[in-house]
């Protein structure tokens, strides 16, 4: 079979296929990634031994799980744009435009009420731990508008500016869609790594305030490119975009994340942070192509099935893991002074931290069950 033949079907066989086993691995992959960073983040640096902790290296490893959040952007824009990709498949460029009331309807109904659920657990537990936040920081982040300014930003849930930029690009997928629709997926991709370059360039050489410098690299624009590739997967998947074959085996991908990797030890030279999330989003398109491409009708590994359960409730799970590991610091910081533990030079900080994943994992669980889960139910209804 000629290599172009066998492009042909593959392409078939994606546009036509239902629900997505490996994106629930790679959610669930993406999600553990984030927990384990953030365990790290607590054992080494807000809730550390009194040596600063021990084996720093691991701390740099676990510290790459934040790599997780890109990968989310990437799958985030491959779902959103699937069922629409799809329906352009169908009736080509004369399809209509989708009911983008309808769309946001949707979107706020699976989304926001579990996002409002998780801020209200969290608030609770950081009363429970001592802690003490401004109602103008709760309120910023009940609106998903605390990503804009440093005050605000990390609020009483950190991990949750992830949440207000994916608002933001939810409001711009309809100009996305509109490019697509009149411009094809390959011109739209150059259009929207212009905007983001553009965008990235311009904050290393406007300066701003130290209040909104920070945040500005996490509006929308800085992360563009790096959802809007997941759609471009969505366009292969649904039929409508050809790739090379080279494209379906896992190498260009890894290498490309080889590169992201190496661009943290150089991001400070020449301006190259720049290049880094939009690098790293097309390390993790390349992945996900790979990884569909290669999705197979058999029974999955272990490792797999595991991964697609947390997979379905990685939402609650990326909504609570902070929350509890920030109520944990406090017995951290109090078992890392115990004379025991500085005699023998124990790392404390890091067991407790890391003991407190089952617990996540279980309450992960429980929420989905009675909070996600009928939000989910709501917002097919719409």
Same mark, same amino acid.
């Given at each position: 079979?000629?290599?172009?033949?066998?492009?042909?079907?593959?392409?078939?066989?994606?546009?036509?296929?239902? +629900?997505? !086993?490996?994106?629930?691995?790679?959610?669930?992959?993406?999600?553990?990634?984030?927990?384990?960073?953030?365990?790290?983040?607590?054992?080494?640096?807000?809730?550390?031994?009194?040596?600063?902790?021990?084996?720093?290296?691991?701390?740099?490893?676990?510290?790459?799980?934040?790599?997780?959040?890109?990968?989310?952007?990437?799958?985030?824009?491959?779902?959103?744009?699937?069922?629409?990709?799809?329906?352009?498949?169908?009736?080509?460029?004369?399809?209509?435009?989708?009911?983008?009331?309808?769309?946001?309807?949707?979107?706020?109904?699976?989304?926001?009420?579990?996002?409002?659920?998780?801020?209200?657990?969290?608030?609770?537990?950081?009363?429970?731990?001592?802690?003490?936040?401004?109602?103008?920081?709760?309120?910023?982040?009940?609106?998903?508008?605390?990503?804009?300014?440093? *005050? *605000?930003?990390?609020?009483?849930?950190? %991990?949750?500016?992830?949440?207000?930029?994916?608002?933001?690009?939810?409001?711009?997928? @309809?100009?996305?869609?509109?490019?697509?629709?009149?411009?094809?997926?390959?011109? *739209?991709?150059?259009?929207?790594?212009?905007?983001?370059?553009?965008?990235?360039?311009?904050?290393?050489?406007?300066?701003?305030?130290? !209040?909104?410098?920070?945040?500005?690299? !996490?509006?929308?624009?800085?992360?563009?490119? !790096?959802?809007?590739?997941?759609?471009?997967?969505?366009?292969?998947?649904?039929? +409508?975009?050809?790739?090379?074959?080279?494209?379906?085996?896992?190498?260009?991908?890894?290498?490309?994340?080889?590169?992201?990797?190496?661009?943290?030890?150089?991001?400070?030279?020449?301006?190259?942070?720049?290049?880094?999330? %939009?690098?790293?989003?097309?390390?993790?398109?390349?992945?996900?192509?790979?990884?569909?491409?290669?999705?197979?009708?058999?029974?999955?590994?272990?490792?797999?099935?595991?991964?697609?359960?947390?997979?379905?409730?990685?939402?609650?799970?990326?909504?609570?893991?902070?929350?509890?590991?920030?109520?944990?610091? @406090?017995?951290?910081?109090?078992?890392?002074?115990?004379?025991?533990?500085?005699?023998?030079?124990?790392?404390?900080?890091?067991?407790?931290?890391?003991?407190? *994943? %089952?617990?996540?994992?279980?309450?992960?669980?429980?929420?989905?069950?009675?909070?996600?889960? %009928?939000?989910?139910?709501?917002?097919?209804?719409?």
């Amino acid at each position: 079979m000629q290599p172009s033949r066998v492009m042909a079907v593959e392409t078939r066989t994606v546009a036509t296929r239902g +629900r997505w !086993e490996r994106v629930d691995q790679l959610r669930g992959l993406a999600a553990l990634a984030v927990v384990v960073c953030h365990l790290a983040v607590s054992g080494y640096r807000d809730a550390p031994n009194l040596d600063g902790g021990p084996w720093p290296w691991l701390a740099l490893l676990l510290g790459f799980g934040y790599l997780g959040v890109p990968f989310f952007f990437v799958i985030s824009g491959f779902c959103i744009h699937l069922p629409h990709a799809r329906a352009l498949a169908r009736a080509g460029s004369s399809a209509p435009a989708p009911r983008w009331r309808h769309f946001f309807a949707r979107r706020f109904w699976r989304l926001y009420p579990p996002y409002l659920a998780a801020l209200v657990v969290a608030l609770a537990l950081w009363w429970v731990a001592g802690g003490s936040v401004s109602w103008l920081t709760v309120a910023a982040q009940a609106l998903l508008v605390h990503a804009f300014h440093t *005050t *605000t930003f990390d609020g009483v849930n950190p %991990p949750a500016w992830t949440l207000a930029v994916e608002a933001q690009l939810y409001v711009a997928y @309809p100009a996305v869609f509109w490019l697509i629709a009149r411009l094809g997926a390959l011109r *739209t991709l150059g259009a929207v790594l212009g905007v983001t370059m553009g965008y990235r360039l311009a904050l290393t050489l406007v300066p701003l305030p130290i !209040e909104l410098g920070g945040p500005a690299w !996490e509006v929308f624009l800085a992360r563009w490119f !790096e959802w809007v590739l997941g759609a471009m997967v969505a366009e292969w998947a649904a039929g +409508r975009l050809t790739l090379p074959r080279l494209l379906f085996t896992p190498w260009p991908g890894l290498v490309a994340l080889a590169g992201g990797v190496l661009l943290e030890w150089y991001a400070g030279s020449y301006g190259l942070y720049v290049l880094k999330e %939009p690098l790293y989003g097309v390390a993790f398109a390349l992945l996900l192509c790979s990884a569909l491409a290669r999705e197979s009708a058999g029974t999955p590994s272990t490792v797999a099935r595991y991964l697609g359960r947390v997979g379905v409730y990685s939402y609650s799970l990326y909504l609570l893991h902070r929350p509890i590991q920030l109520a944990f610091e @406090p017995l951290a910081r109090e078992v890392a002074t115990w004379p025991s533990v500085v005699a023998h030079g124990l790392p404390s900080s890091l067991l407790i931290m890391a003991a407190t *994943t %089952p617990l996540v994992l279980w309450a992960s669980r429980l929420f989905y069950r009675y909070c996600e889960r %009928p939000s989910i139910r709501r917002s097919q209804a719409v």
